[in-house]
């Protein structure tokens, strides 16, 4: 297996090698958790949270770094042995993570994930074309905002394509952009896939959306997930509501295609508690968070700089 101090130092040995260095303020880490993540019915501490998305950073830069064979033994050992990776960096490596594919650039990004694509779309649109789905469900609870008030920032975000929070969220997202106002163009590796699968969510797209719509949450993100040819492989239905005393409760599902094994449905719920607590943590006011001019590098309080 890759030993752990590879991974402590391959993010910023990939960053470096793209000439971005960055320096952390002293204040910075991983942030005093706001959300309550849960996965398969119990709550889940920030630190399993964490270390999950620190065995996918592990993985994606040695991707990112064209070690595709290295990249694979991180895939089933993130998988399966699942390691306790330490989270000391991981602030540090987030960060850099999402400069580093600011700095590789969309064409960059699409041709390393040329192979990928070419293998996952025939198999989604197979898969796709059965109509039967299964469900990935993670449930989070904030302390903060408003039901209204997170959809509004999360919508903004996608409209005026903040691209550094998008990919700062989980480290499986590689292009997140809006082509028009509410569809969504996805590059990602879902949870378990391995590959990495592009589509499209339109969330004006809501008829027959596969997931039960909940009365008691009156504040939705739902659509169809499609190919770009529109084939439906998939769909969201991300579901809101205040709580008494304060905050919100997010009640997140993807439906995916019922042929998928079981364990991938299971890993995607990880993948979702990482994108909604891990990169998504503003105050989300009751009102749309205010436009960043597009954000083209990541975090408040990052220096990023040529290489000397």
Same mark, same amino acid.
């Given at each position: 297996?890759?030993?752990?101090?590879?991974?402590?130092?391959?993010?910023?040995?990939?960053?470096?090698?793209?000439?971005?260095?960055?320096?952390?303020?002293?204040?910075?880490?991983?942030?005093?958790?706001?959300?309550?993540?849960?996965?398969?019915? $119990?709550?889940? =501490?920030?630190?399993?949270?964490?270390?999950?998305? =620190?065995?996918?950073?592990?993985?994606?830069?040695?991707?990112?770094?064209?070690?595709?064979?290295?990249?694979?033994?991180?895939?089933?050992?993130?998988?399966?042995?699942?390691?306790?990776?330490?989270?000391?960096?991981?602030?540090?490596?987030?960060?850099?993570?999402?400069?580093?594919?600011?700095?590789?650039?969309?064409?960059?990004?699409? *041709?390393?994930?040329?192979?990928?694509?070419?293998?996952?779309?025939?198999?989604?649109?197979?898969?796709?074309?059965?109509?039967?789905?299964?469900?990935?469900?993670?449930?989070?609870?904030?302390?903060?905002?408003?039901?209204?008030?997170?959809?509004?920032?999360?919508?903004?975000?996608?409209?005026?394509?903040?691209?550094?929070?998008?990919?700062?969220?989980?480290?499986?997202?590689?292009?997140?952009?809006?082509?028009?106002?509410?569809?969504?163009?996805?590059?990602?590796?879902?949870?378990?896939?391995?590959?990495?699968?592009?589509?499209?969510?339109?969330?004006?797209?809501?008829?027959?959306?596969?997931?039960?719509?909940?009365?008691?949450?009156?504040?939705?993100?739902?659509?169809?997930?499609?190919?770009?040819?529109?084939? $439906?492989?998939?769909?969201?239905?991300?579901?809101?509501?205040?709580?008494?005393?304060?905050?919100?409760?997010? *009640?997140?599902?993807?439906?995916?295609?019922?042929?998928?094994?079981?364990?991938?449905?299971?890993?995607?719920?990880?993948?979702?508690?990482?994108?909604?607590?891990?990169?998504?943590?503003?105050?989300?006011?009751?009102?749309?968070?205010?436009?960043?001019?597009?954000? *083209?590098?990541?975090?408040?309080?990052?220096?990023?700089?040529? $290489?000397?």
């Amino acid at each position: 297996m890759i030993a752990r101090r590879s991974f402590l130092t391959t993010v910023p040995a990939l960053a470096a090698s793209l000439g971005l260095a960055a320096e952390l303020p002293a204040s910075a880490g991983t942030g005093a958790p706001m959300l309550t993540a849960y996965v398969g019915g $119990r709550a889940v =501490a920030r630190t399993e949270v964490l270390r999950w998305e =620190a065995r996918r950073v592990r993985v994606v830069a040695q991707r990112l770094a064209h070690h595709l064979p290295t990249a694979l033994v991180a895939e089933l050992d993130a998988l399966l042995r699942r390691p306790s990776l330490s989270t000391a960096e991981l602030a540090r490596d987030r960060a850099l993570l999402v400069a580093v594919k600011q700095e590789m650039g969309e064409r960059r990004i699409r *041709r390393l994930l040329a192979t990928d694509l070419a293998l996952s779309a025939p198999a989604s649109r197979l898969a796709g074309s059965l109509g039967a789905w299964s469900l990935s469900r993670a449930r989070l609870v904030s302390t903060q905002g408003t039901a209204q008030g997170f959809v509004d920032w999360f919508v903004a975000r996608g409209d005026r394509n903040d691209e550094a929070t998008l990919l700062e969220a989980c480290p499986d997202h590689y292009l997140l952009h809006s082509p028009q106002p509410g569809v969504q163009e996805v590059i990602e590796v879902t949870g378990g896939a391995v590959l990495a699968s592009r589509f499209l969510i339109d969330y004006a797209d809501r008829t027959d959306v596969p997931v039960t719509r909940d009365a008691d949450c009156p504040v939705e993100l739902a659509g169809w997930a499609t190919t770009g040819d529109g084939r $439906r492989i998939g769909a969201v239905r991300h579901q809101f509501r205040d709580v008494p005393g304060g905050g919100f409760e997010a *009640r997140l599902a993807i439906a995916f295609p019922s042929t998928l094994p079981p364990w991938m449905l299971t890993e995607h719920r990880w993948h979702l508690a990482c994108e909604f607590s891990t990169g998504w943590r503003p105050t989300w006011p009751s009102r749309p968070a205010p436009d960043r001019g597009g954000c *083209r590098r990541p975090g408040v309080g990052w220096r990023l700089h040529p $290489r000397s």
